[in-house]
């Protein structure tokens, strides 16, 4: 049976179709906005996953280029691995509903998302984090929501709901939000320097809209929405339990009161064994049975222990106070022979960041859903096994890897300076060396001091901190710079980069059913406080940027030539540009407007590309000496190449002030002559003369 649902979304129609595609997914829905329109699909295992500890729940959003009417590049015309942005909508997708499955629950879950057509003024990615809400809610999954989720910006003041393609490139912000209709899930945001208030309003803003998306999921869920599934939960034997928790609890609080993060972890792993071997002797063969329930009572005892210590006594793992920062030291120029590179360590989190100035031709190309587009500032996040101190194969970045660089990517780029004042294009690679916590925004900071190292004329420095909430009852407590265990224990990760000035980036998660305005508003005015402290901290080490350039940094020379004489300068097949290349070892980039950018390993090599360059633009003058080459001989004169292509005529007559029988008896082919040029007459021919130049 097919089915049709409608709502007004930000003041165009948002379409459902259900029944009509997609029949054997558990649950399937078509949405059409504006133009585009997206398959959201949902399909579960009937048994849980034996042998697990997690919920696994995998989503995948799948872009397609039939939806903007192009076939592939490259010699397999199919789409191959995801893009970049896919793998970036697949984790804004996830990261809502994530929370949002009952505690124990192991059954597969699957989410796929596929986008069949693009209409630029309708974001796909919102589309398809609320198609996947849709698609959850009407399957047998035990889906805890519905969700919403909305995009916002700001343009000219004002807050925009799921602004269109000319407002989004005018925006001071892109903002995507999701929520439930009680709470906040989930916030990505770009900015250029927004206050926090402003922030705040804006989140907030989008939640109204969303408590609306949420009421009409509902009311399609009624409709359509299958018997949810019988599930088993695991649950850990409550005699056990309590056993473990009698047996365990005061020495585990010893073992986590340890401030340092490898002998922390030591001693829980110890107290962790002493529990399986005591439990292993007590109940002898039938301990393999309860065995998982002993090792997941011993994880309960840890969380507990860790959130009641902050809550109730204000006092974390690591002894610190819930805004404390970790201990902070950065140094630059730590690698000889690269352009800039600093290393910034906070507690037992360090990121090396190396920065890397290239040619304008090395920008990266992006040929997916959007228009072609060039991408001259890019970041690159590594995170290797030995970071926090284990040991697994090494493999290509995996999605929390390019979502974190794209982070931090975006957390300096409003501070990139522009191409007119910067011709460079720019990488930066941050390697993380040692992690225990908030390595995505040691990677910010890094990379600040790696470009200032570098020369790079950034408009303001920029740092991030990550905040953190642990939620008991009634008792809230927000953190400042959280580590690996409170990210791990805790109900929230919000990270938080900027300027002095305002936001640049934001990503928040949620483990729980989310947080209300009083709790976003003083997680942002925390972070405040920790990202200018940690900025007064980077300062210590550099303030500016430095005035020159490495000398291992190419250099570029910018130059301006008449739209017209383009061609020239590349000539027939792109002979002229490549013997400018050959001969002076340079990368040449010229751009439709007549901007020329000369990238040269020294200045000697730029120039003379350079001279070469304006020798072929350069228009001939009357009155100029030139220095010419013989390149014909005629019965009436000899024809010189004065400037690259052009050429003029010295008559017979204006080679001597003596007679000249021949030309040839006083010229050759290949000879260099100081010319003077006397005319160019109505038909652009060029008239020389080399006796001007000679005395009698």
């Known amino acids: 049976m097919y089915s049709n649902y409608e709502m007004n979304l930000a003041g165009r129609t948002l379409t459902v179709e259900i029944g009509k595609v997609a029949e054997l997914a558990d649950g399937s829905c078509i949405l059409r906005y504006g133009d585009t ?21 995998s989503v995948d959003y799948e872009e397609k280029s039939y939806a903007v ?61 609320i198609g996947s809400s849709i698609a959850l809610s009407i399957s047998s999954v035990p889906f805890q929501g519905p969700t919403g989720s909305v995009s916002v910006g700001v343009v000219d003041g004002e807050l925009v709901l799921n602004p269109n393609r000319e407002q989004r490139e005018n925006s001071k912000m892109y903002l995507v939000v999701s929520g439930t209709k009680d709470a906040i899930m989930m916030v990505e945001a770009a900015a250029e320097e927004v206050s926090e208030e402003v922030m705040t309003e804006a989140i907030m803003y989008a939640h109204e809209e969303i408590k609306n998306i949420v009421s009409f999921i509902e009311d399609i869920a009624k409709k359509e929405g299958k018997e949810k599934q019988e599930y088993t939960l695991f649950k850990v034997d409550e005699e056990i339990e309590k056993q473990v928790w009698e047996f365990a609890e005061e020495k585990m609080l010893q073992a986590i009161k340890t401030p340092e993060k490898l002998e922390r972890q030591e001693n829980i792993d110890k107290v962790k064994a002493e529990v399986l071997a005591h439990f292993e002797e007590k109940y002898g063969e039938e301990f393999e049975g309860i065995k998982k329930g002993v090792s997941e009572s011993v994880g309960m005892i840890i969380k507990k222990q860790v959130r009641m210590m902050i809550t109730k006594e204000g006092i974390r793992p690591d002894n610190r106070g819930l805004e404390e920062i970790r201990p902070i030291w950065s140094e630059i120029a730590v690698l000889p022979r690269t352009h800039g590179s600093a290393l910034f360590t906070r507690g037992q989190t360090q990121a090396l960041t190396i920065a890397t100035l290239g040619a304008l031709g090395d920008v990266q190309i992006l040929d997916g859903l959007d228009e072609k587009e060039e991408k001259r500032y890019m970041h690159h996040y590594n995170f290797p096994p030995f970071s926090t101190g284990e040991a697994r194969f090494l493999r290509g970045p995996g999605r929390r890897e390019i979502g974190h660089g794209a982070l931090a990517e ?14 460079y294009a720019i990488r930066l690679v941050s390697e993380i060396l040692s992690s225990n916590g908030s390595s995505s925004m040691a990677s910010v900071c890094g990379s600040t001091l790696s470009l200032m190292d570098a020369g790079v004329p950034l408009k303001k420095m920029v740092s991030g901190i990550a905040m953190g909430l642990i939620k008991e009852d009634d008792s809230v407590a927000v953190l400042s710079d959280i580590q690996g265990m409170e990210d791990f224990l805790g109900d929230m990760d919000f990270k938080v980069a900027g300027t002095k000035d305002g936001i640049t980036a934001i990503q928040m998660d949620m483990k729980i059913h989310g947080i209300d305005r009083d709790i976003i508003k003083k997680a942002l005015n925390q972070a405040k406080d920790g990202r200018m402290f940690i900025m007064g901290k980077m300062q210590e080490t550099i303030t500016a940027p430095k005035e020159d350039l490495s000398p291992y940094a190419p250099r570029i020379i910018q130059m301006i030539i008449d739209t017209d004489k383009i061609r020239d300068v590349i000539g027939p097949g792109g002979k002229v540009i490549t013997k400018i290349i050959e001969e002076t070892g340079v990368k040449m980039d010229i751009e439709n407007d007549g901007r020329v950018f000369i990238t040269a390993e020294d200045l000697e090599s730029g120039n003379k590309a350079k001279a070469m360059v304006e020798n072929i633009v350069k228009e001939p003058e009357v009155g100029e000496v030139y220095k010419g080459k013989v390149t014909r001989l005629m019965k009436f004169g000899a024809f010189i190449e004065i400037l690259p292509g052009k050429e003029g005529l010295v008559h017979i007559s204006n080679i001597a002030h003596e007679r000249i029988e021949k030309v040839e008896d006083v010229l050759k082919v290949g000879d260099a002559v100081d010319v003077k040029l006397m005319e160019i007459d109505e038909q652009g021919r060029i008239n020389l003369s080399i006796k001007a130049l000679i005395k009698k």
């Open 37 to 57: 329109v997206i398959l959201a699909t949902v399909c579960a295992s009937k048994e849980p996953k034996q042998g697990i500890d997690f919920f696994p729940l």
């Open 69 to 129: 009417g192009k076939i592939p590049g490259g010699f397999i015309k199919r789409e191959g691995r995801p893009s970049e942005r896919a793998v970036l909508t697949s984790r804004l997708i996830d990261r809502p509903i994530r929370p949002l499955f009952p505690k124990g629950y192991r059954n597969d879950v699957q989410v796929i998302t596929k986008v069949l057509s693009v209409d630029q003024d309708c974001n796909p990615d919102i589309v398809a984090m």
């Open 410 to 423: 975006k957390a300096l780029e409003p501070m990139i300076p522009s191409k007119e004042e910067f011709p």
